[in-house]
Every structure is written in C-alpha cells, then in structure tokens.
C-alpha cells in the first residue's frame, strides 16, 4: 500500500453498501450501470474508490458519496439476466476522500490513505471478540437449505479481525459506515463486541421461546 501521506486519483463509486478491506462483496446492477461505471475499469483492471451513498436513494451515478471509503478491485463479472449483473469487489485498504467532483457521470476523487493507527490491542477483547465472532458467524450460517456445519475460523490478526466481524454483522449501512470510521482496531472490536451480544443474546432469547412452545 502507497505510504498514507501519498495523494492518488481514483474513481469513485457510490453503492448503497460498505466495502471493508480485505473483504470481498457481491453488488447486483443493472447492465446499464454496469456499463456507465465500471465497464473501463474492468477493462484497464483500475482500482476503484468504493464509497457508501450518502442517501439511501443515492445508489447511483450522481449519488454523494461518504468521505471514508475502501479502496477495491473488480474480481469478477456475471450476467446474471439480459439487463443484471452480478459484480464482485474485494476491499484493499481504507481510504479518505479529500475532493472529488463530477466527471460527465462518473465521480473522480483525490483521496489518502487511511491505515489503523497503531496500538496494543487487549488479549481480552480480542479473544472475547473471536469468541462472539465465531458463534455468531455460526449462528447466522444455520438457516437454509444447505447450512453450513463448519464455521470458518475468525482471523486472529486484530486489524483483519475487524473488518471481518463488521462484514458479518447484521447491521444497516450507517452502522457499517461508522464501524469503517473507526481509527483503531481496539474501538472497531469494542463496538462490535457490544453489537454482537445484543443480537446473540435477541437471538438466544428467541430460541428459548421457539423451543418452549
């Protein structure tokens, strides 16, 4: 990654979810957005500004975007119908947008990159976050045709920690977007951890009733 005092000039791309780094996710567009946006940069295998739209009507071409974003690539393209496209990006690093303006439809921006700023992080949270992730991320896995018995293993890297549980979790896209803010590891898995058992202890809770009816 360019040293984070480095200026580059990427494309940008408002979507109407968060991209984390080194994570992967799967975008379905219309074909003619597909074409307008990101058709040259599958092309030219350009790394692109994946930005959350600042509204959620503003999934679009002209749409604002939020300053901190990812930077991404385009792995793979699918038709998926005549006029849909199933799209997958894989997050590469975090990035903040200094300027940006509108270039016919598309947005350029001038952006920096925004690593975690280092520090030590708690063995204890840590583990507390491993643990929760990887009950959760099990938990989620069961409904469906084809459940999933064997959970992946969370990383155990504290930084790729993070964004791991921030993707798995099922929060909207601001709640997202503020996980992405975050400028250290010890605050995204602090506030994951408290995401995580509300909703595991929601969905114990619901369980226990399902099971005594």
Same mark, same amino acid.
């Given at each position: 990654m360019?040293?984070?005092r480095e200026t580059v000039t990427l494309p940008?791309?408002?979507m109407a979810g968060v991209v984390f780094p080194a994570m992967r996710m799967k975008l379905r567009l219309s074909h003619d957005r597909f074409l307008r946006g990101l058709a040259d940069l599958v092309h030219t295998d350009t790394t692109l500004?994946?930005?959350?739209?600042r509204s959620a009507e503003g999934n679009g071409d002209l749409a604002e975007p939020h300053l901190i974003g990812t930077t991404a690539r385009i792995l793979e393209v699918v038709p998926a119908s005549a006029d849909i496209d199933d799209i997958v990006l894989v997050g590469i690093s975090r990035i903040h947008l200094l300027s940006y303006r509108h270039n016919g439809r598309q947005l350029i921006?001038? #952006? $920096?990159?925004l690593p975690d700023l280092p520090e030590s992080v708690p063995m204890l949270l840590l583990e507390e976050a491993r643990a929760l992730g990887s009950e959760l991320g099990s938990t989620l896995a069961l409904p469906g045709p084809s459940?999933?018995?064997t959970w992946p293993s969370p990383p155990k890297q504290a930084e790729t920690l993070s964004y791991w549980i #921030? %993707? &798995? !979790?099922?929060?909207d896209a601001?709640?997202?977007? %503020? &996980? !992405? %803010? !975050? $400028?250290?590891s010890s605050a995204r898995l602090s506030k994951e951890v408290g995401?995580? $058992?509300t909703i595991l202890d929601a969905l114990r809770s619901e369980f226990t009733r399902e099971s005594s009816s």
């Open positions: 360019p040293h984070n940008i791309f408002p500004c994946a930005t959350l739209a921006g001038q #952006a $920096r990159y459940p999933v018995t #921030a %993707e &798995l !979790l099922p929060v601001e709640d997202h977007q %503020e &996980l !992405l %803010e !975050l $400028r250290t995401h995580m $058992r």
